[in-house]
């Protein structure tokens, strides 16, 4: 594919959940560890908004922090705009840095409360020395202006301004870096609807002015099929259907995408039955053999239990199912 | 119609800060039939934890009632001593809050807890009870319920967890259950599950129940009827396909548009501009009338009551006097 902007390798992450030596020893365990993300391989292309989807546990954000450089991978490769990022490769990240950002969740707990607003959105500007003096805060003006805040806020801090406000002055700061690619976890889990749907707006129009490049981590697929143009899922960890983001809807080929849509509530009173859903996310320390979804997969076979599924193409992208051909037959008989 | 289980009348809950009294309930009047599904949703500070709190007399001080009246089946609640109060709690108001590990105590196994709420208020014995709350596992779900039950909250996952709140909460087969935020704290897939059983268990024991979510989807899928709060104030109320559907408030109608569906395909939300005014900031007038667009002189000074639009259906909008009055 030309022009794709992110590149990601059979990302892989483990954690070290073990308990402390001396009681491995008395109680003669193992170390553990758990996977969050197990070789998960996508492409961003530039300009488009890529979407991560996933119940908690799955793993989202632990590939956002990873391509930020927050966390280091335990293997595969993340390349960004033909850098290859990584521990071996420190001039690389210093190359990419500053063409990132990121926007966090909870725009309470990503704000620095000692802080002034100004400060707060100049501070990318001081880092990467971009700009100084009396220029930092013309230039902090407009981006408040940007994001539909007032010039005049520099000089508050941030628990003078509402959650959905917050939002805004922390995309105003992750704009001030001026990025080519931002990376959004959950940026409206935390506001109300009609907040929500001003921010979504806002992110919209800064990505046609600026022409961003946004990867979108949430669990709430409505917002994602309204951002996204095209959408990977993830259970326990592994990528199990990437697709395009309005075909997903109308042509999910993994059986989990098909059961966490006929999850979602109703919004149309169209009198849609739901299915009901079977079962929960598995342990991921302890995830099942084979395919971690089969336990709650409602055509498995055998050889789901034993041998992880690779991704393969679908009409709308690629689903990691061995039984991927197979779905619609079964399904519609 | 039946005699309503649930009344309330004009409730006014005022929270008095150094800056001044903040109203955080102002004049909401509804009421919830015996078995009947009431949504109830707003913003972040639009007051419905407020009303489940009022009605379980569970306002933290120094916030009160400080006016108006709540009646289950008839009888005045909100007034009561706390010890009387104490007894309706639990036994025929049942209670699930939205976070689950908060609503359990960690250091009691499930059993423990369930035991003890049931015998608090039915007179069983120690193994009848027991027995009542492995009963009471099996259905809400839990496997293996007569093995898990003596296990602590913190072994069970997060869906599991909200499955022994529920229990715990219809244990004394109580009259209503007031859900606040019953499925914020979990996953979609999850999500679905906890709304089917505490829809099935509430139908199946006729428990009405007061559903307070600020998630329209839950709402739509779940309730009878639905009351959008704002600003303390209820904007509109009605069956759930009126209000989702034919919304008369300008709030309500803006409120369903911003949320983005699986269905439609638009390029740009519909966004209602500003956000909620603070409490101690509600202009005179209609609480909504700087947001609204079709706000005219009369929304400035006079706050509409809840005028009614159709048979159950009322909005509270001086728009709906003005459409009544062009028609006749």
Known sequence: ?333 | MTEPLLSVRDLVVEFPTRRGVLRALDGVSFDIAPGEVLGMVGESGAGKSITGAAIIGLIEPPGRIVSGEVRLAGERIDNLPPEAMRRIRGKRIGMVFQDPLTSLNPLYTVARQLVETIRAHLDMSEKEARAHAVGLLDRVGIPAAARRIDDYPHHFSGGMRQRVVIALALAAEPELVIADEPTTALDVSVQSQIIDVLKEICAERGAAVMLITHDMGVIAETADRVAVLYAGRMAEIGPVSDVILKARHPYTSGLMASIPTLVQNTDRLVQIPGTMPRLNAIPSGCAFNLRCEHAFDKCMTDRPPLLDVAPRHAAACWLVEEETQNDG
């Not at chain 1, 697929?221 to 951002?227: A, D, E, F, I």
């Not at chain 1, 059961?259 to 991921?284: F, W």
């Open chain 1, 1 to 333: 594919m030309t022009d794709s902007f992110l590149k990601v390798e059979g990302l892989t992450r483990h954690f070290d959940v073990s308990k402390p030596w001396l009681n491995r020893v008395i109680e003669r365990e193992e170390k553990s560890f758990l996977t969050a993300t197990d070789a998960v391989s996508f492409e961003i292309r530039k300009g488009e908004t890529f979407a991560l989807v996933g119940e908690s546990g799955s793993g989202k954000s632990t590939i956002a922090k990873m391509i930020v450089g927050l966390l280091a991978p335990s293997g595969g490769t993340i390349e960004i705009a033909g850098h290859r990022i990584g521990p071996d490769h420190p001039e690389a990240i210093r190359a990419v840095r500053q063409r990132m950002q990121m926007i966090f969740q909870d725009p309470f707990a990503s704000l620095n409360p000692r802080w002034r607003v100004g400060d707060i959105i100049a501070e990318p500007m001081r880092t990467f020395g971009l700009l100084s003096g009396s220029d930092v805060t013309k230039e902090v003006a407009r981006l408040l202006e940007v994001v539909g805040l007032s010039a005049s806020d520099q000089g508050k801090f941030p628990h003078e301004f509402s959650g959905g406000q917050r939002q805004r002055i922390a995309i105003a700061r992750a704009l001030s870096s001026k990025p080519e690619f931002i990376v959004c976890d959950e940026p409206t889990s935390a506001l109300d609807v009609s907040v929500q749907a001003q921010i979504l707006n806002l992110m919209r129009d800064l990505q046609d002015e600026f022409g961003l490049t946004y990867l979108l981590i949430s669990h709430d697929l409505s917002v994602v099929r309204h951002m996204a143009n095209r959408i990977g899922v993830l259970y326990l960890g592994r990528l199990v259907e990437v697709a395009d983001s309005k075909r997903l809807f109308t042509e999910p080929q993994h059986p989990y995408t098909r059961m966490l849509l006929d999850a979602v509530p109703d919004l149309a009173l169209s009198g849609r039955r739901r299915k009901p859903v079977t079962g929960e996310i598995p342990n991921p320390i302890n995830p099942p053999s084979g395919c971690a979804f089969h336990p709650r997969c409602p055509i498995a076979v055998d050889r789901c239990k034993v041998e992880i599924p690779a991704q393969r193409a679908t009409p709308t992208g690629t689903a990691a199912c061995h039984l991927v051909d197979d779905v619609e037959k079964v399904s519609a008989g």
